[in-house]
């Protein structure tokens, strides 16, 4: 499956910003699709992901109430929505895939979307 990434920006504290992802490719539609970070100098963490099967959510404790995923399911798209930003939440964004389930490593990655969040 190949994924394309949108969205990202610069944003103040508290400000909010959507990215999006777009999956493509045979059986596209059966995919759990997740978003990723990485900051400079750190490693990449998980910041939510959605199973393909049943719907559910997973979010990092980091972003829970502050982050949200839904699914265009006739696009394949998968959005996050971000709000509340805070400046730790600034890196490298990228959506990835994995059949069906969220769970266990991801097969396929997209490119990353820059966010920013400053003063």
């Known amino acids: 499956v190949q994924l394309q990434a949108s969205g990202g920006g610069s944003v103040q504290p508290g400000g909010s910003v959507r990215l999006s992802c777009a999956a493509s490719g045979y059986r596209a539609e059966d995919y759990a699709i997740g978003w990723y970070r990485q900051a400079p100098g750190k490693e990449r963490e998980a910041v939510g992901c959605?199973?393909?099967?049943?719907?559910?959510?997973y979010y990092a404790d980091a972003v829970k109430g502050r982050f949200t995923l839904s699914r265009d399911s006739a696009k394949n798209t998968l959005s996050l929505q971000m709000d509340n930003l805070k400046p730790e939440d600034t890196a490298v964004y990228y959506c990835?895939?994995?059949?069906?389930?969220?769970?266990?490593?991801?097969?396929?990655w997209g490119e990353g979307t820059q966010v920013t969040v400053s003063s």
């Open positions: 959605m199973n393909r099967s049943d719907g559910k959510t």
């Open positions: 990835a895939a994995r059949y069906y389930w969220c769970a266990g490593e991801m097969d396929s």
